[in-house]
């Protein structure tokens, strides 16, 4: 009976809203980059044209909102919907769990995974989610659904990128009822594939030093469940996802549905597919030692879960991500910097780091063409090692007597913008703030803080702990002519208490946290709109959508061994742009492995991101000087292909195989550059042709060689369709052998970028 009395409400709401909806214009769409959603009243369907991609679903007769179609793009006029709900199987396989809802209460019959799961505090958890009413505001389409007797209100959003068909979506969940409530779990999304039964997933694990490794396994009936419980967004698995068909996908061929969550706290992404073939992403907040209490009238905004989709194959997937991450998350978007050469201090001085000695690293740099001199950790508090410092942000007196100005005044003069580590978030029990604020870490109390590296994490949830990072770091920048920063952190989460909270309100520390780091790089980048800020987690463990939209570059891997890098790079790239993606050249042997490479190998695996240089210069011989001079003249003549070009990766070094390869190609069509190695030669095999991609077929292009030795009798200027039908030959012979060749195109002035 009062299921009945609802769904009339529902109605009425609907109707009320389809008149109401208004249509605006929102900040950062450009008008020729809109798109607007479509609704069809008639079939109660919604329907998203996009890029290459039609997304559509639609309310059924039960009031649920489920997706009807995610896939290649339809014809305007191509019915859609109306929305069926699925019949019930069985007794034990209800329609609730079998429907492809949109987003999911857990109530009803409810058996599959849901997007959200409410306890009220009298001990109901049935929470039913029915269309309630739509508005469209410029592209981004809000669909209200409710359980109005729970007193849940969650509203949809959906944005679609028209360039690239990615489709973002997050919901905010209101406590619209009389009493307190706790969500236990909270997804931005779920994204329903079409039913299939030959499904595979790839998806990216690794470690400290070992980050970005491809896994596939086929999707079977059963869970696979990614996610963080770190605190933070973690090296073990990364928050992306892509899913093809059987066999059939590869780098060029077959469908794949990709997606990538926008969160720097635990997540979870967690891909489902039931006995009859229907999968089911459901990806946000990670539901372990989740809790979110709302009082009446108090809201929870999920992260945003992008999803995209492509005929074309993993190499397309990947290609319109970067695409995507240029233009519409990384600041600045299609119009950023490109990423300047750099230098870091890191490898070469460790905590080591004095006035003298940097200035000296500081004039072999500039002499080598380099464009930002970045020192690294050391430089600050009382910290000689890794024991002692963290927190106390002021200049060490002993190693810079007279603060960093002489040495930014040197590295200006030298033409180089300056950078400098932080890793602010941390503090070490021996500094002065620990000792000041020992209340500060996360904790229980009473119960051991247990630390990593030496040090605790602060917790960023307070609002005294963020307003103290805000005025340090404020401070910092303010006083001194900084233009970038390497924002470190180098633990995972312990013991994540946060005291000061009453008991059911303390887990909103897993929120709280990642939203005040944000806000406060949200805040230093609107003080100081010309410091760039990269992203570094001991390497790569954090690195996702989030923190992209708030730092300019990201650190891969503390793991700088040229030939271990070429799959860590390659493994990054499946998820996000070669722009994004900072790689220097160090000393041979490496420090990770002992292994011995040839500066020419070192080079040519470093630029294909952005180039950084992070050996001891003082180390280098006149030759090895001159080759670098040579390598990063050569960078500045081929980076904007590199860094905002589309990438194809020709031959993959995933699994330890002996030979990588990549091809970036500019956006004009102009460049194209070609990177080969070969990690180890067997049985004098031939290097395998290297066929092209991306090229105008009509257009003549010449090459160039880098480094390396092309095959006798290759063609100096040939078609495009030559290099991509025909491909070139490389001579590889040995261990570590490395090419690099440029095309241009005949008659296209030489592609070159300029960085700020
Ligand atoms: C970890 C980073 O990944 C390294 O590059 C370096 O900055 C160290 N931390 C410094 O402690």
Not at 643 to 660: D, F, H, I, M, V
């Amino acid at each position: 009976m009062k299921l009945r009395a609802r769904t009339i409400r529902f109605a009425t709401l609907l109707a009320a809203s389809l008149l109401a909806a208004p249509v605006g214009v929102i900040a950062k769409a450009s008008p020729e980059r809109t798109v607007s959603p479509r609704y069809d009243p008639a079939h109660r369907v919604f329907r998203l044209d996009a890029g290459d991609v039609t997304y559509a679903m639609g309310v059924n007769t039960d009031g649920i909102l489920q997706t009807i179609y995610w896939g290649a793009r339809l014809p305007a006029a191509d019915p859609l919907g109306p929305a069926v709900p699925a019949p019930e199987r069985s007794s034990f396989d209800p329609a609730g769990a079998l429907t492809p809802q949109e987003y999911a209460g857990w109530g009803g019959a409810m058996t599959a995974t849901p997007a959200l799961k409410i306890r009220l505090d009298d001990g109901n958890r049935d929470v039913v989610l029915r269309y309630d009413s739509y508005r469209v505001d410029g592209e981004h389409l809000s669909i209200l659904l409710r359980d109005a007797q729970a007193g849940v209100a969650v509203t949809l959003d959906y944005t679609a990128d028209a360039a690239t068909g990615i489709i973002g979506r997050s919901a905010h969940i209101e406590n619209a009822g009389k009493q307190a409530l706790t969500i236990d779990a909270a997804a931005s999304a779920t994204w329903n594939l079409p039913r299939a039964d030959d499904y595979s997933l790839r998806y990216l694990t690794g470690t400290w030093a070992g980050e970005w490794h491809l896994q596939t396994r086929a999707i079977t009936p059963g869970a696979t469940v990614l996610e963080s419980r770190r605190g933070s967004t973690g090296d073990e698995n990364n928050p992306w996802f892509a899913i093809g068909r059987g066999g059939e996908w590869n780098e060029e061929h077959g469908d794949v549905w990709f997606g990538a969550l926008a969160w720097s706290g635990s997540w979870s992404i967690r891909v489902d597919e039931d006995i009859l073939g229907q999968v089911r992403v459901v990806g946000g907040y990670n539901p372990f030692d989740f809790a979110y209490r709302l009082k009446p009238g108090e809201t929870l905004d999920t992260p945003v879960f992008y999803a995209g989709y492509t005929r074309d194959g993993i190499g397309e997937a990947s290609r319109l991500l970067h695409r995507f991450e240029r233009d519409r998350i990384l600041p600045g978007g299609a119009r950023a910097a490109l990423r300047p050469v750099l230098y870091n201090s890191w490898e070469a001085t460790e905590f080591k780091v004095d006035e003298p000695g940097q200035e000296r690293l500081a004039e072999k740099a500039a002499a080598l063409g380099v464009e930002r001199f970045v020192v690294d950790d050391g430089w600050f508090g009382a910290r000689d090692n890794d024991h002692a410092g963290l927190g106390d942000w002021v200049v060490n007196r002993r190693k810079f007597p007279n603060g960093l100005k002489p040495l930014i005044d040197k590295v200006h003069g030298l033409g180089m913008s300056f950078g400098l580590w932080v890793e602010p978030e941390m503090v070490n029990r021996d500094s002065d703030l620990y000792r000041a604020h020992p209340d500060w870490v996360l904790n229980f109390p009473g119960r051991e803080r247990s630390e990593g590296r030496h040090q605790l994490v602060l917790n960023l949830a307070r609002e005294d702990v963020k307003a103290h990072l805000l005025e340090v770091l404020d401070r910092l920048l303010s006083e001194n002519d900084i233009q970038f920063l390497k924002w470190d952190y180098n633990r995972n989460w312990s013991e994540p208490g946060w005291p000061q909270m009453s008991p059911d309100e303390q887990q909103k520390v897993y929120v709280a946290y990642v939203r005040n780091l944000y806000d406060i790089l949200r805040q230093l980048r609107a003080r100081h709109p010309k410091v760039e800020i990269e992203s570094c987690s001991g390497g790569g463990a954090r690195v996702d959508l989030g923190i992209m939209a708030l730092t300019d570059e990201v650190w891969p891997s503390d793991n700088t061994d040229p030939s271990d890098r070429l799959s860590i790079q390659d493994g990054f790239t499946y998820a996000y742009a070669p722009a994004t993606m900072m790689a220097w050249v160090t000393g041979s042997p490496n420090w990770v492995n002992n292994r011995v490479s040839s500066l020419d190998f070192r080079f040519l695996s470093s630029m294909q991101g952005g180039l950084g240089i992070g050996a001891n210069l003082l180390d280098w011989t006149p030759a090895e000087e001159a080759t670098a001079r040579g390598y990063v003249a050569e960078y500045k003549k081929i980076r904007a292909t590199v860094q905002r070009g589309s990438l194809y990766r020709l031959l993959s070094p995933q699994e330890r195989a002996p030979w990588s390869a990549t091809e970036s190609v500019a956006d004009d069509g102009a460049q194209a550059v070609l990177f080969a190695f070969q990690r180890q030669g067997e049985e004098a095999r031939p290097f395998p042709t290297l066929r092209l991609r991306g090229l105008d077929v009509k257009a003549r292009y010449r090459f160039r060689v880098m480094h390396g030795k092309v095959a006798p009798g290759t063609p100096d200027v040939a078609s495009g369709a030559y290099w991509m039908q025909r491909g070139i030959d490389l001579v590889m012979k040995g261990d570590l052998q490395a090419a690099g060749v440029v095309f241009e195109r005949e008659g296209t002035a030489s592609h070159q970028g300029v960085t700020r």
